[in-house]
Structures are given as C-alpha cells and as structure tokens.
C-alpha cells in the first residue's frame, strides 16, 4: 500500500532560518506529489505541487520543493521563514490511476519564533 | 475557482445519536469529492470518495456512510455515533482531470 512519510513532527525556528521539511513517499510508478498547508484556523490550501518536468517546483510565498526521484523524497524548503509561516503542512502523493486519490503524511508543525 | 462550504462548523453529539454532515461544492460540475478525517499528528485519513451521484467508494470500514445525492452535494452519516467518531472532517472536491483538491473549512465533530 502507498505511504508518505513526514519525519518532523514539530519543528521549531527562529525567523530568517532557513527550512527543510522532510517527506518520502512509497511508491514505485509514476506520482504527483503535493505540499498542502494549514495555516491556524484556515482551510488547508495546496502550497506547490509537482507532475513532471523540472523536479524543482516553486510554489506560494518562496517555497519550493524538489523531487529526487531516487529516493522517493519530495522535501520542501524555505530559505527564511517568517513569523507568517507558523502552520502545519502536509505533503501528499497520488498515483496515477487512483480517482485522483491522496495519500497524506502525518503533517508537521511549524512554529517560528520573532 | 472551486468553494466549498460545509456545516456545521462545529458539533456536539452523544453517542449513539445519528450524525449527518453537509457539503457543497461551488464553481464546478461532476466533481470527485471526498471526505477525509483528520487527527492530530496522524494526518489526513481518506474515508469516502465519490465519481458521480450515488456513486460512493468507501476507503476503511467504519461507523460512517456517505451519500451524494446530488452532483455538488456530498453527505456524510451514521445512525449511532461512537466515541471514537470525534474528529475533524474535512470535504474536498477536484476536477475529473486535475489532481488538485480544494478543501472546506472543516466540521469539528465531538461524541460525548
């Protein structure tokens, strides 16, 4: 069965750190994979997302992620965070074929400190 | 773009009390929409999904049931609702040929 795996379940920075959320997912054909956000008592919103092409996506508000497909990660960064960016995120994967189906890691809990 | 509205906002229910919970989708036609639970450090858990009116799939058994009634309507039930049911549910919605779903606010469901 597909997983996605979120190592960081807290994590906790200071603001202008930089930011490195760790997701691997398990899967060996072909996937589309997401960063969705939750920002304290909002709708969890899609971050950035990757299909194909360049493994390096930009998404919203400076994040970006890359896909290493070798090693099934599809980790998210942030070179300085804000205060702002206190929420939890969530990476999620589909594999295709699936009605669109998402797979969601456990999340992580951002909290920057000003 | 897509919105959704779910309601209620927030519930309080005893258990062994039946539960139904709405959701609505705006700005599309033929959504897939699901429904997810989510749990503090667990994630989401996909609990239904559905392709069209009547159509449901469900994901894991459970006390739950859905019902799409409608094409942008998508109602989740139980006739007797257990403690462990507590959670937040989550809709969301997609189109056939995107991957991206939009998520509602949430209902925040409580069993005592």
């Known amino acids: 069965a597909q997983s996605v795996s979120q190592h960081n379940h807290h994590v906790i920075l200071s603001e202008a750190a930089s930011l490195e959320l760790g997701c691997n997912y398990s899967?060996?054909?072909?996937?589309?994979l997401f960063w969705y956000v939750q920002y304290p008592g909002q709708h969890l919103q899609l971050l950035l997302k990757y299909f194909s092409g360049d493994p390096l996506v930009k998404g919203i508000k400076g994040f970006e992620a890359e896909f290493i497909k070798s090693k099934f990660s599809f980790n998210l960064r942030k070179p300085s965070v804000q205060w702002s960016d206190t929420a939890e995120y969530f990476c999620a994967v589909n594999a295709n074929g699936g009605y669109n189906k998402l797979i969601f890691g456990a999340g992580t809990r951002l909290a920057v400190h000003p | 773009s897509q919105t959704i509205h779910q309601w209620p906002a927030t519930l309080v229910q005893p258990v062994g009390s039946p539960l139904s919970l709405e959701c609505t989708v705006e700005?599309?036609?033929?959504?897939?929409l699901y429904w997810y639970r989510q749990a503090a450090g667990r994630g989401l858990q996909l609990l239904f999904y559905s392709v069209g009116i009547g159509q449901i799939s469900s994901e894991v058994p459970q006390n739950l049931s859905a019902s799409r009634p409608q094409d942008r309507q998508f109602i989740l039930s139980s006739k007797k609702l257990l403690l462990s049911d507590s959670g937040f549910y989550l809709c969301?919605?997609?189109?056939?040929?995107?991957?991206?779903?939009?998520f509602g606010p949430g209902t925040r469901l409580t069993v005592t």
């Open positions: 899967y060996g054909g072909t996937v589309n």
């Open positions: 969301a919605s997609t189109f056939r040929t995107s991957y991206e779903q939009y």
């Open positions: 700005g599309t036609s033929n959504p897939n």
